[in-house]
């Protein structure tokens, strides 16, 4: 379980690329006592999740329920296919109210002869609720229907574990939509001498220019490249925010330069904190 989404679902994320060890999945897989044993632990990971619901009338009362293929073993396994049908037709027959969606992510080409197999024990009301994205659009899925101080970094979002610097008080992250061939500047307020301002951010699908520049209230002083215009690209599926920091030695403020060179609308997510130096 981690974070919650737009409408307040708890979110379970369910991480099948673990499987693609071979002694973990024998361990899990491989005898008809280790699949019951799978199906009861996967029970008990529901259980957990219905615990943190509100049934009350108006309250929460389902899951959001994220399913992460990437590396997972594919429908050649049997075993695999057994767990999973078996899975499948338990958790609607004991829980069929209890997920609000069913979002797969990372999903690769055998998912679709998966799907097909496992459709006819689905019933039409469990399908509706299924969403499916391939690798390069995870990060905009995900983002539809969470939170990005909600959605965990490793898949775009701005959720870190132990993040000390953006408690829940100061974690919203805006957004900013960036027409082609624009430029979007952020600016943060830098007036209190040997603060510590902290920013991250991101561009969908990158590929933009982007600067950070330091910039005196005194005329006299000179402005301070704390980045370098430089462009972003995005080198993976997987690319996380930008996180950087700067102390100020006089009063200021930062400046950061989004440039979108290319034809296409660009979403900018972005937060930032300015921390005083008596508080470090």
Known sequence: MNGIDKEGHPVCYNIYGVFADEELYKKTFGTDENRRHFLRWRFQLMEKGIQKLDLRPGGVTSLLQINDLKNSPGPSRKELRIAMKQAVGALQDNYPEYVARNIFIN???????LNALLSPFLTQRSK???????????TDTLLKYIPAEEVPVQYGGFKRENDFEFSDQDAAVSEISIKAGS?????????????????ELMVLNWEVNYKAEFVPFDQGSYTIIVQKSKKMVSQSLEARPIRNTFINNESGKLILTIDNTSSKKK???YRY????????
Do not use: D, H, Q
């Open 107 to 113: 999903v690769p080409f055998w998912f679709y002869a």
């Open 128 to 138: 509706s609720k299924f969403v499916v994205a391939r690798p390069a659009k995870v």
């Open 183 to 199: 430029t979007v500047t952020i600016e943060i307020p830098a007036e209190e001498v040997g603060s510590t301002s902290i920013w």
């Open 267 to 269: 979403r900018l997510l």
């Open 273 to 280: 904190k300015t921390k005083k130096s008596s508080s470090l």
